[in-house]
């Protein structure tokens, strides 16, 4: 058999192997696969590698810049639908946890407030606050996507209701 005949091989002709074995527990106790942490690390080095660069670059750079932002993220029922998978929702939250945790990393004196929509209305869930509020609140910039499923589930659907 020549190796381009083996490369034609199905994959449930293929050998045994040992998926488990990717499935890490790390420090925090949480089960992590080796391919998020590459991920995760991949993401960390692309940071480091901007940051460098516009450290080095000549180009118009504005260090002490105070940014304000809202994020505005729909919550309404249109988010439930699944043609991104799993949902809109899980997605749209997954990219705005990287936002955050890249909008402080690249602006560490900014502010961010986030804003959900739902049913033609819409509720300040955060007023404009630094990476610190977020740190003491959510524990990381990124514990804000928990905050946002759980408000999905109830507290603000309530709150709607009652306007």
Not at 131 to 145: A, E, M, Q, R, S
């Amino acid at each position: 058999m020549t190796r381009k005949e083996e490369k034609h091989e199905f994959r449930w002709e293929s050998g045994y192997e040992k998926t488990w074995s990717s499935i890490k527990e790390d420090d925090a106790g949480r089960l992590v696969t080796t391919l998020e942490q590459l991920i995760h690390d991949a993401h960390a080095k692309l940071r480091r590698k901007r940051r460098r660069l516009s450290a080095e670059s000549d180009g118009f750079l504005r260090l002490g810049m105070m940014r304000h932002l809202f994020l505005i993220i729909d919550l309404s029922q249109a988010m439930h639908v699944q043609d991104l998978k799993p949902n809109r929702l899980v997605c749209t939250l997954r990219a705005a946890t990287t936002f955050i945790r890249d909008y402080f990393d690249q602006n560490p004196i900014s502010q961010l407030g986030i804003i959900v929509t739902m049913d033609r209305r819409a509720e300040r869930l955060t007023e404009l606050s630094g990476i610190y509020y977020f740190l003491n609140h959510y524990g990381t910039p990124f514990g804000v996507t928990l905050h946002l499923f759980a408000i999905n589930t109830g507290i603000i659907r309530q709150k709607f209701r009652s306007l």
